[in-house]
């Protein structure tokens, strides 16, 4: 059996990178960068560049702006992302113009702050840039004129002190925590999940976005429908976007801005950013405005709970999945919803949403002949997070009153806890396999070298 063995070499250990920055320059870096990183591919055209990315899950990606191919770089970064969450994709920019500014902005939307300014490499400083994580901060200064305020995926966490109650200090924060509600299917509960949610933040300011564009319902917890006004379509004709457009300009961000804050609260240190009105034809929010939602919720609020629709079929509401530091997966225990919810989960998965980031909401659950919301959380492989007792009577009141059920729980109830544990620190949890009936066909990719 000696023979099996596998020894582990310093190189084998070293962080696996794929230089893209085009010939010869290509072997000019492979040469300094080998005895810190273990080079796997050198990409000469950008059209190769997704798919090799996806296949080899390469934890440093080196791109030039000026990697030649039929398409610029621009429209690549987001789908770079997407093809591997973990990779710290690094971007030479070389001169500084214009077009290096708005490409800084671009990457600051998908989280990519490891950026080489100028036409000259330093191999030492270079080096430190590929081994170190950047954040907002560091490219700042790289910004577009008028862009001061870091978007929501790096927005730092904020501790809570532990308590049997949301124990929160009563100041205003530059940054909030985001929360992602999804489901595998509609009607489980989801929106008024998350209306209670925004409920339990008021005190500290929170701001739902609803992204819900097939049943968009997050401000019916709160109002009748025939008193709600504007919504997101309003602001969509009012911006007129074209389909060409990947990040906002200062004045559309201005507008979107200006939008927001005329809209009113719902209940007091309560927003609500509704989804596009409902129609024969569901009209999808573009990318760029909803980043720029985002973006600026987490300016207002300290707490920021995003709405999505059962279906992850837009790349806005996959940005927002990126971007969320939780993401909370709603259920119901019967059979046939807990099948749809492993379906979800298998996307998620293939969409490299991180499953660290993954809680479990059991719905309605002790009812008889269901599964209990242990059984449930085992047969996902998620953590359990909370099982909401079917309580048929109270929710019908709550929609009748249009009050959440969360105003008149006590202090020392589940949705209370959840709310205490989703403002603490959420670090990411190792991954664990799943059981049961819905098993994953094979083990993940893993990150080696630990860098993200």
């Known amino acids: 059996m000696s023979e099996a063995v596998i020894r582990l070499t310093a190189r084998s250990q070293m962080p696996r990178l794929i230089l893209a920055v085009g010939d010869p320059v290509n072997g000019v870096l492979a040469d300094h960068l080998q005895g810190a990183f273990r080079i796997i591919h050198q990409v000469a055209l950008l059209d190769a560049l997704e798919t090799l990315v996806q296949d080899e899950q390469p934890d440093v990606l080196l791109l030039s702006r000026h990697l030649p ?38 990457a600051a939307q998908y989280g990519i702050y490891n950026i080489v300014p100028g036409d000259e490499l330093q191999v030492e400083a270079l080096t430190e840039t590929l081994s170190t994580p950047r954040t907002w901060a560091d490219i700042a200064h790289l910004l577009p004129e008028g862009i001061d305020v870091p978007p929501p995926v790096s927005a730092p966490s904020v501790s809570v002190a532990e308590s049997a109650s949301v124990d929160i200090p009563q100041q205003v924060t530059r940054y909030a925590k985001i ?3 999804v489901s595998g299917k509609g009607g489980v509960g989801k929106s008024t999940f998350a209306a209670n949610l925004l409920t339990l933040a008021q005190d500290v300011g929170a701001v739902g976005i609803d992204m819900d564009y097939a049943k968009p319902d997050l401000l019916l917890a709160f109002q009748p429908e025939d008193r709600q006004g504007v919504d997101l379509r309003d602001l969509l004709q009012t911006l007129n976007l074209p389909d060409s457009v990947e990040v906002l300009d200062r004045r559309d961000a201005a507008m979107v801005a200006e939008w927001v804050d005329k809209l009113p609260e719902v209940m007091s240190g309560i927003t609500v950013i509704p989804g596009p009105s409902r129609d024969l034809v569901p009209q999808e929010v573009p990318t760029p405005v909803s980043a720029e939602l985002l973006r600026y919720a987490a300016k207002k609020a300290r707490l920021v709970v995003v709405d999505t629709a059962f279906e992850i079929a837009d790349q806005a509401t996959l940005d927002l999945l990126y971007a969320a530091d939780v993401i909370m997966v709603v259920t119901t225990p019967d059979q046939q919803t807990v099948y ?58 709550a929609r009748v009153t249009r009050k959440p059920v969360a105003l008149r729980e006590k202090s020392q109830g589940p949705l209370h806890r959840v709310m205490t544990q989703i403002l603490k620190d959420v670090d990411d949890t190792p991954e664990k396999p799943r059981r049961g009936w819905f098993r994953s066909k094979g083990p993940s990719r893993r990150n080696p070298a630990g860098v993200r």
């Not at 621009?74 to 490409?103: F, N, V, W």
């Open 69 to 106: 191919g039929t398409q610029d770089v621009r429209h690549i970064l987001g789908k770079l992302r997407k093809a591997a969450p973990a990779c710290r994709i690094t971007l030479l920019l070389g001169s500084m113009d214009p077009g290096a500014h708005q490409l800084v902005q671009l």
């Open 179 to 181: 929360v992602a509600v």
């Open 340 to 397: 749809q919810t492993a379906w979800l989960l298998e996307q998620l998965d293939m969409l490299r949403v991180p499953k660290g980031r993954l809680r479990l909401v059991v719905n309605k659950t002790g009812a008889k002949g269901l599964m209990s919301a242990r059984e449930v959380a085992e047969k996902l492989g998620l953590p359990l997070t909370i099982a909401v007792p079917a309580e048929p009577g109270r929710y019908e009141s």
